[in-house]
């Protein structure tokens, strides 16, 4: 498994065939947090300025971030996001 991007250090991770609703997994400097894409409820630990970056890097991103969550749903190969 690898990152699906990289910012400012933040690894992002979207696994294939994750439970429901879609999300994120963070790690940034050993803390791992999960982050879903349209309400953005966090699960873990994870700083308040992580928290910011990622917020504002699905709102960049949102509807890549859900094209390949759905494809990771049907165990199809994810790619890198392209910024």
Known sequence: ???IDII???LIY???KDHNPPHLHIKDRGNWFVITIKDRMVEGKGSAKTIQIVNEYIDQHEMRLLELWEKAQRGERIEKVQR
């Open 8 to 10: 400012r250090g933040i």
């Open 1 to 3: 498994m690898s990152a």
């Open 14 to 16: 979207m696994y294939g």
